[in-house]
């Protein structure tokens, strides 16, 4: 069980609204609210016990603990624009608890309620760590709302394993071989403008194993 990074599409007006608006419409038992808040989180929660080298079973149980975690846990949150932390928090204190005793138990009130405060033993590198999980949240939102071509070129260039050749990548988008490259450039043109309008440090980056001409790096 895995979830795409392409995610799946909703037109909902609630998808521009912030975190604490959105908690608001949960709690007052708009499910429409339920499926966009989770829409945005579900890969950045399920990142975090992939970064902990589960396996597939094992991540998807801490990942539906987690989600119960938010529905349960929600309403005693009182920082609601802090709610990525402390999803990235909980997620992180499951795999801990899950590594140490191999089962699924639940959290405490005074757990889920204090999450944010219980970082690693070396606050340096858990604010390192935590700070690197939202960093991918943003990319992951800055990918989701760029074209759907896009995102899966992007998602084929950059995530997948193995990386797709570009004959097999033009058959699947319907484009020519040869436009691969320049449909590449615009999208990461467009993925770069996204990720500085939210303020994040972009560089040019090449999908590995692609020359610089647009094609597959040639092996002996």
């Given at each position: ?31 429409e609210a339920w499926s966009v808040l989770l829409e945005r989180y579900q890969n950045l929660i399920y990142s975090i016990p992939l970064k902990f080298h589960f396996n597939d079973d094992e991540t998807a149980e801490i990942f539906q603990a987690v989600v119960l975690d938010l529905f349960t846990g929600l309403e005693k949150l009182r920082e609601r624009e802090k709610l990525q ?136």
């Amino acid at each position: 069980m895995r979830f795409s990074l392409l995610g799946q599409w909703r037109e909902s007006r609630l998808r521009g609204y912030t975190d604490a608006v959105l908690c608001e419409e949960c709690l007052a038992g708009n499910e429409e609210a339920w499926s966009v808040l989770l829409e945005r989180y579900q890969n950045l929660i399920y990142s975090i016990p992939l970064k902990f080298h589960f396996n597939d079973d094992e991540t998807a149980e801490i990942f539906q603990a987690v989600v119960l975690d938010l529905f349960t846990g929600l309403e005693k949150l009182r920082e609601r624009e802090k709610l990525q932390h402390w999803l990235v928090a909980v997620a992180r204190h499951r795999c801990i608890r899950y590594k140490e005793r191999r089962q699924i138990e639940p959290l405490t009130e005074e757990e889920t309620g204090r999450a944010l405060e219980q970082l690693p033993d070396d606050r340096r590198q858990g604010e390192a760590w935590m700070l690197e999980a939202e960093q991918e949240q943003v990319l992951r939102e800055a990918i989701g709302r760029v074209s759907r071509r896009c995102q899966e070129l992007i998602h084929s260039l950059f995530y997948a394993d193995p990386v797709p050749e570009y004959r097999e990548l033009a058959e699947r988008l319907g484009v020519a071989k040869n436009s691969i490259g320049f449909i590449r450039d615009r999208c990461l043109k467009k993925l770069r403008a996204v990720l500085e309008e939210k303020g994040f440090e972009t560089r040019a980056a090449k999908p590995a194993g692609q020359d610089a001409g647009g094609g597959r790096a040639a092996h002996a």
